[in-house]
């Protein structure tokens, strides 16, 4: 009975090769999917209460209709999810006018940070905002 042939050196390296990357995707979707649940997380349990007590903490005030909040937020989208801090996410058309009033907002998106609230979608200035809260 003939012996098997053994797999060349090429073959070896290219299984090996095939091996790694799996394990390298395997790594880069279990993290992305911690990000994901983070994000989650910020967007689905960020009361106001929550956020007033932490003036440390980024608070982003959006509308699902908005269109300012439609321009502006996309690029923080990718911020928010690897983010290693804590952010709140929240939804303006849930609050009360007092609420509204607490957090002194008036249009969207407003981003609220170390006590003040600004409401802009100029992406300079909401780099500025995102570099002084992270």
Request: glycine share 4%.
């Amino acid at each position: 009975m003939p012996k098997p042939k053994e797999p060349t050196t090429t073959a070896k390296a290219h299984d090996l090769i095939k091996k790694t990357i799996n394990i390298v995707l395997l790594i880069f979707s279990t993290v992305l999917l911690a990000f994901s649940l983070k994000l989650t997380y910020e967007v689905a349990y960020s009361p106001l209460q929550a956020a007033v007590q932490h003036p440390n903490r980024l608070t982003i005030f959006y509308r699902p209709g908005c269109g300012r909040c439609h321009k502006a937020l996309p690029r923080m989208i990718p911020r928010l999810l690897f983010s290693t801090k804590r952010d709140y996410l929240i939804n303006a058309d849930g609050l009360s006018q007092a609420q509204l009033r607490k957090a002194r907002l008036k249009l969207t998106p407003g981003f609220m940070y170390d006590g003040k609230t600004v409401q802009t979608v100029d992406s300079q200035r909401i780099d500025q905002i995102w570099k002084q809260s992270h």
